[in-house]
């Protein structure tokens, strides 16, 4: 891998992990578009240390009030009405099925769920859900006002994201639409949500990208995993940042309409026998 690849995989990622289009998808459909060798495993930690930078370096400030608002609720044994306290248990809460499935069924899902047929499908089912939730949610609630049962119901939303295509934030998303929240409230509960499972990811893919490297079976060198790394999280603030401003007066269904255009191009290309 070059590291003008490199970089090209990386705002990929940045791009593609908090919009509402899928990283996993996009990270198996432009090798397979472009012929390029898979870059293994060192590779896909970085570009995910990546996106945790990127969301870390804009809720920052955030984590560290929730941070200090769930060990005072654990202190003094009680949540009681104050929103950061309940949100800090409500984003806690939605992390457990995804870390629960991606511990049991992660390598199972890279190794088998990566056929583009497969991709073409959930993108397209998966958009006409979000479309659906976009249309019909009431968006009348803020992210405080996360209740526990539908943070667990959010937090199971996302563990569908394992299969690529269904894209964690346009599956938490969607429930959250269904569930009422405005645009803006659900995106920045799914970002917020996202930090501590791509912590999660990245440390429990650590030790394997080690010893990839140590074996020399990784395709990729110290140049190529640094420009992934920078280039996913550079390009994830400013996706993180834009997409916010523009919730605040436009719709999802231009995401709708690619995840659907995409779909089609995999299929038309899959069906000309040239991928």
Do not use: C
Not at 8 to 32: R, T
């Amino acid at each position: 891998m070059s590291v003008v690849q490199a970089i090209v995989l990386g705002i990929v990622q940045g791009l593609s992990e908090f919009l509402p289009i899928s990283s996993s998808a996009h990270l198996i459909l432009v090798p397979w578009l472009f012929g390029w060798q898979d870059p293994g495993l060192a590779f896909d930690v970085a570009l995910h240390w990546g996106t945790l930078v990127a969301v870390l370096a804009v809720f920052w400030r955030d984590w560290i009030r929730l941070i200090r608002a769930g060990a005072s609720s654990i202190l003094e044994r009680r949540i009681g009405e104050d929103q950061d306290r309940r949100l800090f248990w409500a984003l806690f809460l939605s992390s457990i099925p995804a870390a629960i499935v991606g511990k049991l069924l992660n390598e199972w899902a890279e190794e088998t769920l990566r056929e583009p047929l497969l991709i073409a499908a959930t993108l397209s089912v998966m958009g006409i859900v979000l479309w659906l939730a976009d249309r019909y949610g009431a968006k009348t609630r803020q992210e405080g006002d996360m209740r526990m049962p539908e943070a667990l119901g959010i937090g199971v939303a996302q563990a569908f994201a394992l299969v690529p295509g269904v894209s964690r934030s346009g599956s938490t998303i969607s429930v959250g639409l269904a569930f009422g929240f405005t645009r803006e409230a659900i995106a920045r509960f799914s970002f917020l949500m996202s930090t501590p499972i791509i912590f999660g990811a990245g440390v429990l893919k650590f030790p394997k990208m080690l010893r990839e490297m140590h074996a020399g079976t990784s395709h990729v060198g110290p140049a190529e995993l640094l420009a992934g790394l920078l280039a996913s999280a550079v390009v994830g603030v400013i996706v993180i940042r834009w997409l916010l401003n523009w919730l605040r007066t436009r719709t999802y269904s231009v995401f709708v309409a690619y995840r659907l255009l995409v779909a089609v191009l995999i299929v038309a290309l899959w069906l000309s026998g040239k991928r």
